[in-house]
């Protein structure tokens, strides 16, 4: 009788010790799932994807949309144009959802208007740029500055020089 108990006892410790072992399986599987993110540029992509818009944002992952343009608009500080006044040096990220006109669908934005200053490029297969402060803009002579907050232009364009990441 002894015996059959020890057995018993010992079935029922590898039964609970095999649950409690599925249980750590199952609850990381679950938590990787789960901690699956999807960003907001992300789902803006998804929601905008080929319009043939460019939008900038005032903070970063695409939220706070600052401005949307199918055209070029190379002074955000001016009245004109569908980026205006303070849209001018606050963009923190980017979004390009489409073609512009003739294969033209890479977007060049520059610190100064006109299109003059410092440059970066956004190139259609880029997407998204979720946080400018990671991001350098380059003038002709090779000198950097950071992105974030600097942009006063831009302009649809076939070539991307200086990729914005």
């Not at 649950?19 to 990787?32: K, M, N, Y």
């Not at 923190?92 to 003739?102: D, K």
């Not at 410092?118 to 992105?147: H, K, P, Q």
Request: charged residues 15%; aromatic residues 10%; contains cysteine.
């Amino acid at each position: 009788m002894h015996e059959i108990r020890m057995a018993l006892a010992a079935a029922a410790a590898a039964a609970a010790a095999a649950a409690s072992a599925c249980t750590l399986l199952a609850g990381p599987a679950q938590a990787a799932s789960d901690g699956v993110q999807v960003t907001h540029c992300n789902a803006w992509y998804q929601d905008h994807k080929e319009d043939g818009f460019f939008r900038a944002f005032d903070a970063v992952d695409c939220y706070e949309l600052l401005g949307e343009a199918s055209g070029n608009d190379a002074n955000w500080a001016d009245g004109s144009g569908t980026f205006r006044g303070s849209d001018n040096d606050a963009a923190t990220s980017l979004l390009n959802t489409g073609t512009y006109a003739n294969g033209i669908n890479n977007v060049m934005v520059f610190s100064d208007a006109g299109p003059n200053g410092y440059m970066g490029c956004m190139s259609r297969g880029e997407i998204f740029v979720d946080d400018l402060r990671d991001n350098t803009l380059f003038n002709a002579n090779g000198l950097a500055m950071n992105a974030n907050n600097k942009i006063s232009g831009h302009e649809w364009t076939s070539w991307c020089y200086n990729a914005l990441t």
